[in-house]
């Protein structure tokens, strides 16, 4: 078997342009098979726009797609009863309870009537919904919906997922028990590609593409991408945070400094060769007190890299 | 078997809806009994009771037997009465009254001489109906003439009232106001009813799954065509309980013609709703869609009476072939073989509204 085969999803400068805009600029994006992949990126970085490209629903200005096997948009109508898709606003109907919307789900993807109420018993089960079974959607918490959400998703047991932000309205606790259920449904085999803006949620994910205004700026596992930053991070604990931060924002050299409660996180290009120095002389010339150690970029920092080096690159050209 | 399991699907979704949506609910059975109340006792053309006011200059004793007898039709209902022909022109012209009467100080005389008329009666022309009731008035003789009225020859023609010799409004306008309900209902419904589900963020979903597009559709307005249906025997029960409007055809082929009908104005719904974004555009298409169905389809104004270039826009309407539909059966005790074309029309109405809703709804969001 090829590599080919055992990838879920390959694009190839996939691209969709509506007007003047280009929301997803000749993305490539290769999925491999089990895995959680993530699309990381703020609101409008063309996350939706990518996944409503590879079920079909949008047809792409450029570029080309497989999606288990099938091209794009071409061979959509045999890829539907293959996915699952979970929307990024709740799209079931709010009229309707947990069962009722079930059984609705069931019937469109001609689940077999045998094995329907065997089915969706299971699913009540796993994802905690039994109370909530004669409810009208539109009286569940954030929480209910979006595992009522996931199960219609996954009901059909679909061998790709795709969940376009599915942790947006709901609390850190259901987000916790919702991301136990994604990495179950991957131990068993199916492929999921999620988008969230959140960093702990891209953190999660077994690999990430990360996307700024429509292209992909990094992509790898998170470790991987956190190695490649390109950036030395230095914590600072100053005595004047709000001071320390405009006397470290005036020097050329550092790219970015964010506070994150006392601490500030300054982003120093690697080929400076001494950040850690060059942070103290610059808050000691100021008269700040402060306390700087060299940490582990995180996920974020190389979020704030990666778009920041993108922007050069367009002032460059 | 899938099909028809998914179109199923579809069909029980939509009514577990309805059954919710008290308010749609309540229109289904609201709508159509309202609309028959207020028009079959309102929209009356047998027009009686005109405010009236009467300047009798003469007040003898013939002027104002006159008066009495112009009393009598009924037609007239004197509610002011006032000195000058001036007064009854202002009178006109603010909208108190509809007719003036108007009899000179000299009416005596005029009644003899032949060339002249005796009094005149002032009418707000602007309303063809009213001045139409007017004119019958001027028939009315006058009592001294008792002799010379019995001389009067029979008019050349007589007139022999076909369907509907009581002349009630109600008997022709009902079977025309059940192709006005169905085609607001119907189409408002289902364009409504694809449209919220884009609204909600539905489609999407639905869009994404291995339904069809003919199965979404079919199930869709199935539902609707057996509302479309519960609705008619309503408004064929109440007119014939409370109107007394005759069904004098096939109540068959009356179900028969109507389920051609609803089947046009579902497909029609179901094109607006590929056409417009929101529910509110879709109400907005269904009424500029309505107000042709009600004027230009023969149930106001006759049909013959339009200009040519508008009497084609009417034979578009699906409205106006129902009507003809209608009319024909449950008054005139015609069959569907005699009204063939109608059928034949609202036919391929149907289908060309279907085909083009099936082929404008993409299974895309782009």
Redesign the interface.
Known sequence: MNDKADLVIRARGLTKRFGQLTAIDHLDLDVPRSIIYGFLGPNGSGKTTAI?ML?????PSDGSATVLGLDI?GD??DL??R?G?M?Q????????TTL?NL???A????YP?ARRSARIDELLQLYGLEEQKKQ?AATMSGGQKQKLALACAVLNEPELLLLDEPTSAVDPKSRRDFWASLFALADAGTTLLVSTHYMDEAERCHRLAILDRGKKVADGTPAELQAQTGMSVVQVIAQYTLAAQSALQKLPEIRSVTQLGVRLRVLVPKRISDPLALVSAALGAQGIESDCALVQPSLEDVFVAVTLQEQDREIAA | M?HS??I???I??EL??LR??RLTFGMIVGIPVMQMLLFGYAINTDVRHLVAAVADQCNSHLSRQFVADLGQTQVLDFRYVVDTAEEIEAMLRSGKISVGVYIPADFDRRTLDKRRSAAHLLVDGADPTILGVANQLRNIPLKFDSVKAAQKRAPVLEVRPYYNPERRSAVFVIPGLMGIILTLTMMLFTAVAVVRERE???L????????STTQLMIGKIAPYIVIGLVQLALIITVGMLLFKVPVRGSVLELYLAALVFIAANLSLGLFVSTIVKTQFQAIQVTIFFLLPSILLSGFVFPFDGMQKIVQYIGEILPNTHFIRLTRGIMLRDATISELYKEIVVLILFAAVAMTAAVLRFK????
């Open positions: 409503r079920c079909g629903l949008l047809t948009p959509a109508g539907k009863s996915i898709y929307t606003n709740f799209s079931l109907y709010d009229d309707l009722e059984r609705f789900i019937d469109i993807y001609s009537r009208l | 899938n399991a998914r199923l699907a579809v029980w979704k577990l809806q919710r949506d909600h963020g539905n999407e979903l639905l869009i994404n799954t291995p339904i299974k895309r969001l782009d």
